[in-house]
């Protein structure tokens, strides 16, 4: 009924919730240890990041291509590189590719914006909201692909939509009931967290769409568009001195604490460049190998652990300062769905009832197998019958 289908390059997506996990954990030590959390120097640091990574592994790839000596295409990273005269042209022109990469950047420094600064002012809303929602990245994301991209989903991937679309539509509405509304949160807070909340996943969803139009269509380098989207949001993130106190807060950990505790900060700094690079580095390879929507579920895949942390912790689902049961197990139970319902749209579970396994990847190369070894037997008796043909002659 149920079947798992592993890949070979199911690595890729796995790498990525992996560094997405040690880069969360990371920056929740950074908080408590320096009660520094939530500030704009992050977005330079997670561009730097984004820069070195993409220009080691692509400079990398650059000096491996020339060792080889033949013209064939070569894998590496999950990117095929060809050379010689081979070399795909792309059908944009070089001015609007890097156009695309621009506004791919602009929209991850806004993204960072509103995570950073403007959601955790709202201090009485729950601080798991962003979480829970995420799946309305894979959503926005399939508006893209269809529409935009114009390729096709089937029976299995129509089914997980609905019922994550039913699942965060149970969220939203129960968030009215659980939140504690008053002087401190009122409705119109939570709508405008929720506004927010929306336009972050959608511009999640048009650097996926954009990345995934270059990688494809303009056969881009990902690891060049990466490099490349590093020094856009670098640069821009100097409009941030434009905004008063900007550095206050970091200028406030080096002022109260010792060398020694300086020195693990400006460490730990240096760690979130490296864990930036590395997550942003198989964040793009899974958008080239996989899909916008394979990328998207490592955003909420592990939201039931993540969920179950907060609780234990008294982070989130209070009710005047005590744990909140009923809030908590409910979402808990959503957000396993959702989980599951992503694995399912990406056929990384595949439900073999009522013709949902049919047009997945794990049953459509089974058939193929099948049909490979009834041509080579009907070969095979061919060659038999003419081999007896010729005998009797």
Same mark, same amino acid.
């Given at each position: 009924?149920?079947?798992?289908?592993?890949?070979?390059?199911?690595?890729?997506?796995?790498?990525?919730?992996?560094?997405?996990?040690?880069?969360? !954990?990371?920056?929740?030590?950074?908080?408590?240890?320096?009660?520094?959390?939530?500030?704009?120097?992050?977005?330079?640091?997670?561009?730097?990041?984004?820069?070195?990574?993409?220009?080691?592994?692509?400079?990398?790839?650059?000096?491996?291509?020339?060792?080889?000596?033949?013209?064939?295409?070569?894998?590496?990273?999950? /990117?095929?590189?060809?050379?010689?005269?081979?070399?795909?042209?792309?059908?944009?022109?070089?001015?609007?590719?890097?156009?695309?990469?621009?506004?791919?950047?602009?929209?991850?420094?806004?993204?960072?914006?509103?995570?950073?600064?403007?959601?955790?002012?709202?201090?009485?809303?729950?601080?798991?909201?962003?979480?829970?929602?995420?799946?309305?990245?894979?959503?926005?994301?399939?508006?893209?692909?269809?529409?935009?991209?114009?390729?096709?989903?089937?029976?299995?991937?129509?089914?997980?939509?609905?019922?994550?679309?039913?699942?965060? /539509?149970?969220?939203?509405?129960?968030?009215?009931?659980?939140?504690?509304?008053?002087?401190?949160?009122?409705?119109?807070?939570?709508?405008?967290?929720?506004?927010?909340?929306?336009?972050?996943?959608?511009?999640?969803?048009?650097?996926?769409?954009?990345?995934?139009?270059?990688?494809?269509?303009?056969?881009?380098?990902?690891?060049?568009?990466?490099?490349?989207?590093?020094?856009?949001?670098?640069?821009?993130?100097?409009?941030?001195?434009?905004?008063?106190?900007?550095?206050?807060?970091?200028?406030?950990?080096?002022?109260?604490?010792?060398?020694?505790?300086?020195?693990?900060?400006?460490?730990?700094?240096?760690?979130?460049?490296?864990?930036?690079?590395?997550?942003?580095?198989?964040?793009?390879?899974?958008?080239? /190998?996989?899909?916008?929507?394979?990328?998207?579920?490592?955003?909420?895949?592990?939201?039931?652990?993540?969920?179950?942390?907060?609780?234990?912790?008294?982070?989130?689902?209070?009710?005047?300062?005590?744990?909140?049961?009923?809030?908590?197990?409910?979402?808990?139970?959503?957000?396993?769905?959702?989980?599951?319902?992503?694995?399912?749209?990406?056929?990384?579970?595949? !439900?073999?009832?009522?013709?949902?396994?049919?047009?997945?990847?794990?049953?459509?190369?089974?058939?193929?197998?099948?049909?490979?070894?009834?041509?080579?037997?009907?070969?095979?008796?061919?060659?038999?019958?003419?081999?007896?043909?010729?005998?009797?002659?």
């Amino acid at each position: 009924m149920i079947k798992f289908a592993l890949r070979p390059n199911l690595i890729y997506p796995l790498q990525l919730i992996i560094w997405n996990l040690i880069r969360r !954990l990371e920056t929740m030590l950074i908080g408590y240890l320096f009660n520094f959390s939530d500030s704009l120097f992050y977005t330079p640091l997670m561009f730097i990041g984004e820069f070195v990574s993409g220009l080691i592994i692509y400079l990398y790839q650059q000096k491996f291509l020339k060792k080889e000596q033949n013209n064939k295409p070569v894998k590496l990273f999950a /990117v095929t590189l060809i050379q010689g005269k081979n070399d795909f042209i792309p059908p944009d022109n070089k001015y609007k590719i890097y156009l695309l990469i621009f506004f791919s950047a602009i929209f991850d420094w806004i993204q960072f914006i509103i995570w950073s600064t403007t959601l955790p002012k709202y201090l009485y809303i729950s601080g798991s909201i962003v979480s829970r929602l995420s799946g309305i990245l894979t959503l926005s994301d399939v508006l893209f692909y269809c529409y935009v991209l114009r390729l096709e989903i089937y029976r299995h991937q129509k089914f997980s939509l609905i019922i994550i679309t039913i699942g965060l /539509v149970i969220v939203i509405i129960t968030e009215f009931f659980f939140q504690q509304i008053n002087i401190f949160l009122t409705y119109s807070d939570f709508i405008i967290v929720l506004v927010l909340t929306f336009i972050c996943e959608f511009l999640g969803a048009l650097i996926d769409a954009i990345e995934k139009y270059l990688f494809e269509y303009d056969f881009v380098n990902p690891f060049y568009t990466l490099m490349y989207e590093g020094i856009y949001g670098f640069f821009m993130s100097f409009l941030y001195f434009f905004i008063p106190n900007y550095l206050d807060d970091l200028k406030l950990v080096y002022k109260n604490n010792s060398v020694g505790n300086s020195f693990l900060f400006s460490f730990l700094l240096l760690l979130y460049i490296i864990l930036s690079g590395g997550r942003n580095v198989f964040r793009v390879i899974t958008t080239k /190998v996989y899909s916008p929507m394979a990328r998207s579920l490592t955003d909420y895949f592990l939201n039931p652990i993540y969920l179950t942390l907060d609780f234990s912790l008294k982070n989130d689902f209070l009710k005047q300062g005590k744990r909140n049961i009923p809030y908590f197990i409910l979402n808990l139970i959503l957000s396993f769905i959702i989980s599951i319902c992503g694995c399912v749209y990406n056929e990384f579970i595949v !439900l073999l009832f009522c013709g949902l396994g049919i047009n997945t990847h794990d049953q459509v190369s089974k058939r193929a197998k099948i049909l490979t070894n009834e041509l080579n037997e009907i070969k095979e008796g061919s060659l038999d019958i003419s081999n007896d043909d010729e005998m009797s002659d």
